[in-house]
Structures are given as C-alpha cells and as structure tokens.
C-alpha cells in the first residue's frame, strides 16, 4: 500500500517552530519530487514548498520564503519541512504529496495526482 504519513503539527507561538515530517511506506520516496501544500481555514489549498530528486533543489512560495526549509533523507523515506519565524496566517492543516513534476520551477504549484497524506494541523497563537 502506497502512504504518506505526517507528523509533527501542534499550536505554536507566532516566532516559533515546528519541524513537519512526511514518511513514505511502500515506495521509495527518493525516486519523486514532493510537494507540500497547505490548506487554512475558508481557502482554497496551496502550494508552500517542494523538493526534486537527486540535489534535492527547493522552491517555496513567496510567502515562506526565508522562514521555511524543506529538506530529505531518502535513507529513512523521509521529507522535512522546518518552519522558523512562524506567523498566525501559516495556520492551516499541511499535506504532503508525490510525485511532483521533478523541477522547482514545475513542482511548486501543479497537485499531485499521486499519493497524498492525511494531513497534520498546524495552528500558530499566542
């Protein structure tokens, strides 16, 4: 069975961190782009990050940029993503997906038709 599995959401203070996890089981994640994408109350789902094969080169939307790094460990089936300088607007539920299209110019806004993950809540307050 092909799974996406995130951890790592919870309340966090506007400044703080939070370190996302997305781990695969069932296929080898290292082969794919991954895309991140979040999802707040009242809109519509967005792309925020993404990470291609190999280099593992990033892209990220304008509005994360500076703050959030997405990383992987292909030795663990793992994709990272580590928010810093957190603000009450990155409040959303967060999915991780794959495959992306292998590019970041290509990875960051298409959803993937593949495999997505239940999703972990993220909720920025004081």
């Known amino acids: 069975q092909l799974q996406l599995v995130e951890s790592g959401g919870g309340l966090v203070q506007p400044g703080g961190s939070l370190r996302l996890s997305c781990k695969a089981s069932?296929?080898?994640?290292?082969?794919?782009?991954v895309g991140w994408f979040r999802r707040a109350p009242g809109k519509e789902r967005e792309g925020v990050s993404c990470?291609?094969?190999?280099?593992?080169?990033?892209n990220y939307v304008d509005s994360v940029k500076g703050r959030f790094t997405v990383s992987r460990d292909d030795a663990s089936n793992t994709v990272y993503l580590q928010m810093n300088s957190q603000k009450p607007k990155d409040t959303a539920v967060y999915y991780c997906?794959?495959?992306?299209?292998?590019?970041?110019?290509?990875?960051?806004?298409?959803?993937?038709?593949?495999?997505w993950g239940q999703g972990t809540q993220v909720t920025v307050s004081s």
């Open positions: 990470i291609t094969t190999g280099g593992g080169r990033a």
């Open positions: 997906a794959a495959p992306q299209p292998d590019s970041p110019e290509a990875c960051l806004g298409v959803p993937s038709k593949g495999v």
């Open positions: 069932g296929f080898i994640l290292g082969y794919y782009a």
